[in-house]
Every structure is written in structure tokens, then in C-alpha cells.
């Protein structure tokens, strides 16, 4: 299945942690939303979310291999396009931007929110876990 995705992230405490080319960053306690695209397979992307054990490669795996963190719900919207900006766009009015988090390839503010809650995502789109 091809589309966009939202990681439910739940942060146990707060850290600091180097997050690529990013550098340091500092994550507060509490629920935040990640959102991302899989236009090959979404079920493939979000096991390899969940594995703690994987090559850094994009910013999101700085945080799943955290052990401060854990997914807690995964949503999903299927799509032959990319629409995880389009999605960044409504999440943002729910939540506060990390700053250039996962968006350094394009021009959103961020695709990681620290939010409050996140009941407003089953308005477009389906839980995956």
C-alpha cells in the first residue's frame, strides 16, 4: 500500500539527542505526531519505524531508536502521491513545529509536532496500529 503516514510518538522524559546534520536538539515529555510518506509500502516503513536496531538514516530513526521513545499509534492515508506536506499543513494547527524536522527536502516548517492530542487525525485518515 502506497501514501502518507502519522507516527503517534510518545517521549517518557526529556532528552537531548544528535539528530543528523540537524545536531542537537532537545525533546520534551510528551505526545508528538511524525509525518511521513511511503509511496513503495507503507507496512514495510512503519516495521522498519518500530525496529530499534537500523541504520541511521532519515531524522524520525534519531528518535525510534531513542529508548525515551516509543510509537504508540500509527495512522495511515493511502495515496499514489505525496501528500505528507499537505498533511504537515493540517497537523501544524494542532501542535508546535520542531523546527526543520524531517523537512529538510522540502519547504514545511517541520513534519514532527509536540501536540496535546491527536483525535483529530481519524478525521482523514485510518489507523494502521
Same mark, same amino acid.
Do not use: Q
Given at each position: 500500500?502506497?501514501?502518507?503516514?502519522?507516527?503517534?510518538?510518545?517521549?517518557?522524559?526529556?532528552?537531548?539527542?544528535?539528530?543528523?546534520?540537524?545536531?542537537?536538539?532537545?525533546?520534551?515529555?510528551?505526545? #508528538?505526531?511524525?509525518?511521513?510518506?511511503?509511496?513503495?509500502?507503507? @507496512?514495510?516503513?512503519? /516495521?522498519? &519505524? +518500530?525496529?530499534?536496531?537500523?541504520?541511521?538514516?532519515?531524522?524520525?530513526?534519531?528518535?525510534?531508536?531513542?529508548?525515551?521513545?516509543?510509537?504508540?499509534?500509527?495512522?495511515?492515508?493511502?495515496?499514489?502521491?505525496?501528500?505528507?506536506?499537505?498533511?504537515?499543513?493540517?497537523?501544524?494547527? #494542532?501542535?508546535?513545529?520542531?523546527?526543520?524536522?524531517?523537512?529538510? @527536502?522540502?519547504?514545511? /516548517?517541520? &513534519? +514532527?509536532?509536540?501536540?496535546?492530542?491527536?483525535?483529530?487525525?481519524?478525521?482523514?485518515?485510518?489507523?494502521?496500529?
Amino acid at each position: 500500500m502506497k501514501g502518507s503516514y502519522c507516527l503517534i510518538l510518545n517521549i517518557k522524559k526529556d532528552f537531548v539527542a544528535k539528530i543528523g546534520a540537524l545536531g542537537n536538539m532537545s525533546f520534551k515529555k510528551g505526545k #508528538y505526531i511524525y509525518v511521513g510518506s511511503a509511496l513503495n509500502n507503507i @507496512d514495510a516503513r512503519v /516495521k522498519r &519505524h +518500530l525496529r530499534r536496531d537500523k541504520k541511521l538514516h532519515w531524522h524520525i530513526d534519531y528518535l525510534t531508536i531513542n529508548p525515551f521513545v516509543s510509537i504508540e499509534k500509527v495512522f495511515y492515508k493511502p495515496s499514489d502521491k505525496k501528500e505528507e506536506c499537505e498533511i504537515a499543513r493540517i497537523v501544524s494547527a #494542532y501542535g508546535a513545529p520542531i523546527k526543520n524536522f524531517g523537512s529538510t @527536502d522540502c519547504s514545511c /516548517k517541520s &513534519h +514532527l509536532f509536540k501536540i496535546n492530542d491527536y483525535s483529530f487525525l481519524n478525521n482523514f485518515m485510518k489507523v494502521l496500529i
